[in-house]
Nanobody, 116 residues
Framework: QVQLVESGGGLVQAGGSLRLSCAAS????????MGWYRQAPGKQREFVAS???????LSADSVKGRFTISRDNSKSTAYLQMNSLKPEDTAVYYC??????????WGQGTQVTVSS
C-alpha cells in the first residue's frame, strides 16, 4: 500500500521558517519525481516545487529564492524548506509522487499558517 505522510506544518509568524517532510512507503522512492503543491481556502491547488529522480529542482516563481525542495532517497523522504514565509503562503501543503507511468500518489496534506 502506497503512503505519503507529510509532517512539519504549523503556525509561524511572517518572516519565519518551516521544513516540511514527506515520508514515502510502498513505492520505489528513487524512481519517482517528487513534488509539493498547496491549496489555500477557496483556491485551486497549485504547484509549489518538484525534484526529479536525479535531484534537479524546479519551483514556482512565487516561492523562488524562499523555498527549497530536496530529497533523501536513503530515507524515502522529500523535504520542503520554507524561509521568509508570508501570510499568502498559508495553505494546506500536499506531497505528490509521480512514477514512470505518470501515475500520481498524494499525501493527506499538512496545514501551514503564516500570521502577519
Amino acid at each position: 500500500q502506497v503512503q505519503l505522510v507529510e509532517s512539519g506544518g504549523g503556525l509561524v509568524q511572517a518572516g519565519g521558517s518551516l521544513r516540511l517532510s514527506c515520508a514515502a512507503s510502498g513505492i520505489i522512492f528513487s524512481e519517482n519525481v517528487m513534488g509539493w503543491y498547496r491549496q489555500a481556502p477557496g483556491k485551486q491547488r497549485e504547484f509549489v516545487a518538484s525534484i526529479t529522480r536525479g535531484g534537479t529542482p524546479l519551483s514556482a516563481d512565487s516561492v523562488k529564492g524562499r523555498f527549497t525542495i530536496s530529497r533523501d532517497n536513503s530515507k524515502s523522504t522529500a523535504y520542503l524548506q520554507m524561509n521568509s514565509l508570508k501570510p499568502e503562503d498559508t495553505a494546506v501543503y500536499y506531497c505528490k509522487a509521480r512514477n514512470f507511468r505518470g501515475y500520481d500518489y498524494w499525501g493527506q496534506g499538512t496545514q501551514v499558517t503564516v500570521s502577519s
